[in-house]
């Protein structure tokens, strides 16, 4: 059975960090595109990273420059990093596991997802 699983949310205050960690089981992702998409309440799921296996990054606009998205292909595994938080980060954030082409931030391209982890920033 395959599985992504996201930890290490949780509630911060503006301006402060978290680090996100999501890990696979059930087949190894190493060949993978890997993504972080992150939904507010009554908003979209948005796209947030993606990481690439040759380790190609990609950003939104609104995070980049404060998060910073990486994996360990050993332990199969994604990390987001996400510094100088804001309130409007507030979501629960989901990773996911695509294989590579095209279209990284679209979230229909997407095969695999985990089952996200709250992230609350207070102001």
């Known amino acids: 059975q395959v599985q992504l699983v996201e930890s290490g949310g949780g509630l911060v205050q503006a301006g402060g960090s978290l680090r996100l960690s999501c890990a696979a089981s059930?087949?190894?992702?190493?060949?993978?595109?890997r993504g972080w998409f992150r939904q507010a309440p009554g908003k979209e799921r948005e796209f947030v990273s993606a990481?690439?296996?040759?380790?190609?990054?990609y950003y939104a606009d609104p995070v980049k420059g404060r998060f910073t998205i990486s994996r360990d292909n050993a332990a199969n595994t994604v990390y987001l990093q996400m510094n100088s938080l804001k309130p409007e980060d507030t979501a629960v954030y989901y990773c996911?596991?695509?294989?590579?082409?095209?279209?990284?931030?679209?979230?229909?391209?997407?095969?695999?997802w985990g089952q996200g982890t709250q992230v609350t920033v207070s102001s």
């Open positions: 990481i690439r296996q040759d380790g190609l990054t």
């Open positions: 059930g087949r190894t992702f190493n060949s993978f595109v």
């Open positions: 996911a596991a695509k294989r590579e082409g095209v279209r990284v931030n679209f979230k229909s391209t997407y095969e695999y």
